[in-house]
C-alpha cells in the first residue's frame, strides 16, 4: 500500500527501513523522503512506523529499543 504518494513510499518500504536500522519516524523521513513535500502522509507514516516497532517488540522482547527510541 502506498503511504506518500508524492516521493512513492510504501508500508513495506518502511517497514523495510525499520528492519535496516531506522528507529523512529524522524529516522524514516530522513531515510524515504516521506512527508517532505506535501505533508498529507505523515499522519499514516508515523501510524505505520508506530506498529512496525511495537511488532518487533512483541516479536523479539529481547531486543532492547535504542536510547533515543520513545513511544511518545
Ligand atoms: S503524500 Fe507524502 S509528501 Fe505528499
Not at 523495510?16 to 523512529?24: F, N, P, T
Not at 524515504?32 to 512496525?52: D, I, P, W, Y
Amino acid at each position: 500500500m502506498y503511504v506518500c504518494l508524492c516521493q512513492g513510499v510504501t508500508d513495506g518500504q518502511i517497514r523495510d527501513a525499520i528492519l535496516e536500522g531506522c528507529c523512529s519516524y524522524r529516522d524514516v523521513r530522513q531515510t524515504l523522503g516521506v512527508a517532505s513535500q506535501c505533508g498529507k502522509c505523515a499522519c499514516l507514516a508515523k501510524e505505520v512506523v508506530r506498529n512496525t516497532l511495537s511488532e518487533l517488540q512483541i516479536s523479539k522482547p529481547s531486543l532492547a529499543y535504542p536510547a533515543e527510541f520513545s513511544v511518545a
